[in-house]
Every structure is written in C-alpha cells, then in structure tokens.
C-alpha cells in the first residue's frame, strides 16, 4: 500500500501550456463554426486528444495544450478571418499545471495550477488570458499617447499656445474613444462570461484568476489615463478653436478699417 502511494505522489503532474494572441479588431467566426466545436462564446473546439482551440470575435484567440507547429497552423488558417490585423500582436501565455492535490491558483512561479483539465475550466482560464492580453496591447497604445498628451499638458503649464494641428488633436480624441469602445463594448472586461452564471466552482475560479491578473485594477487604471488623455486633448482643442475665432475676429476688424480708410479717402480725396 505505502508503494503505491509512493508512486501516485512521484507521478509528475500534466502541463498544459496556454497562449492567447490578440490578432486583431475582430475575428469573423461564421466560416470557423464547422468541425469539432464544443461551444460557441467563444468559439471552442477541440484539437487533437487534449488540445483547445477558443476563437473571441474581439479579435483574440487562445490555444491551450498544443504544440508550437499546431499553433502556427492554427493561427495561419485564421489568418483570412481576421480584420484590421495588427503589425504585432499582442500575446500573454501561461503553462496550466493538471494537479487535483493543488489549490487552483496562479502560482509565485507563475504556472497557473488546475484540478482538472476539464472544458470549463479551460474556458474561463482562456477568458482570463483573452482580456489580459487586450488589456496589454491597449496599455501599451495608451502609453505612447499619453507621452504626446503630457507634452501638451507641459506647453499649457509653460504659458505657451497651443503648437499642434486640430485634425492631430481630434485624432488622439478619436483614439481614446476607439479604444473605449472596443474595451468596454465589445470585450466587457469587468463583465463575468456567461459560462461563470450558474456554476460556483468556475465563478470562484474566474474570481481569483480575475483578481490575480489584475484585470479590474488595469481596467481602472486604463480607464483613468484615457479620461485625462480626453480633457487634455479637448483643453487643447478649445483653445485651438480659441485662437482661430480671435484670428477670424481680427480679419474682420481689419476689414472694417481698411473700409473706413477707403470711405474716407473717397470722400477727401
């Protein structure tokens, strides 16, 4: 009996290694729903014996349990689905660690430990990674604005007029309110999947891969740079409208001299 139980604890546990990549704006799903699906929202099939493929219409995809050469083939058979592809895609990874004498959590050395390998579980890890890996790539797109928009701020504070272009301004405002659409519309960050409603175990399990990832604190803080990036980028074009409607005033006044100037030497003259 004591071999056996030797055995059963020397036997090393199954990992799992899960990647999400965000592809794109969207992914059209309607030509992808043929074949092994196992659920849609997302779009979940199975690959091979263990393998999961989980397709988001916002653009990113989750492959867990697979190797790299089926996820290259996997990712270049999306690839004509995909719409407004980026250049570099954001991607966030995880290796899952099958392991039912483990607490299920994400562990200090930054392996994500399950009891079971079972679909549900995989689908609200691959959720978590999905809006981890959106939450990335529009950190880091935030970033760069926010470097031109603390300029901004700067020439503001130094007493000095505003130097840009409207139509850059009402870019950077028109970016902020992609990027809040996108975020809240249609990924729905701080939003539980459907999946967590009335299954307890995977709500709890969704809960604290939620709270280990940070998702609403980054959300929070995202949400706060593009709410400065926004009254920053409007101060600046009010005062771009300013400036325009005192010029246009000042050609008016202008005019009207150059018409009295004119009257007058008629009349004199």
Not at 38 to 45: A, E, F, I, K
Request: hydrophobic fraction near 40%.
């Amino acid at each position: 009996m004591q071999t056996e139980d030797i055995r059963k604890t020397a036997e090393p546990a199954e990992i799992l290694r899960a990647k999400a990549w965000f592809l794109g704006t969207r992914i059209d799903v309607r030509d992808l729903e043929r074949g092994n699906r196992l659920t849609l929202g997302p779009l979940t099939m199975l690959v091979g014996t263990r393998g999961y493929s989980l397709i988001f219409r916002f653009g990113v995809v989750v492959l867990i349990g697979l190797t790299r050469s089926e996820e290259s083939e996997i990712l270049e058979r999306l690839s004509p689905s995909v719409q407004n592809a980026f250049a570099q895609p954001e991607s966030d990874e995880v290796d899952i660690v099958i392991d039912p004498d483990r607490p299920e959590r994400l562990g200090a050395d930054g392996r994500l430990s399950l009891s079971q390998a079972t679909g549900g579980r995989m689908q609200v890890v691959a959720h978590v990674l999905a809006k981890s890996c959106v939450l990335g790539y529009y950190e880091r797109s935030v970033g760069e604005v926010f470097d031109r928009i603390e300029r901004l701020a700067e020439r503001l504070c130094q007493g000095l007029g505003p130097a840009r272009d409207k139509k850059e301004i009402l870019n950077e405002i028109g970016n902020v309110l992609l990027i809040l659409t996108r975020t809240v519309g249609r990924v729905e960050i701080t939003e539980k999947p459907e999946i967590t409603w009335e299954d307890i175990e995977l709500d709890r399990l969704y809960e604290r891969l939620a709270y280990e990832y940070e998702l609403r604190d980054r959300d929070l803080a995202l949400s706060r740079k593009l709410e400065l990036i926004s009254r920053t980028a409007e101060t600046y074009l009010d005062l771009v409208n300013s400036r325009q409607t005192l010029r246009v005033e000042w050609y008016i006044v202008i005019l009207i001299v150059l018409e009295v100037i004119l009257s007058l030497h008629e009349k004199f003259f």
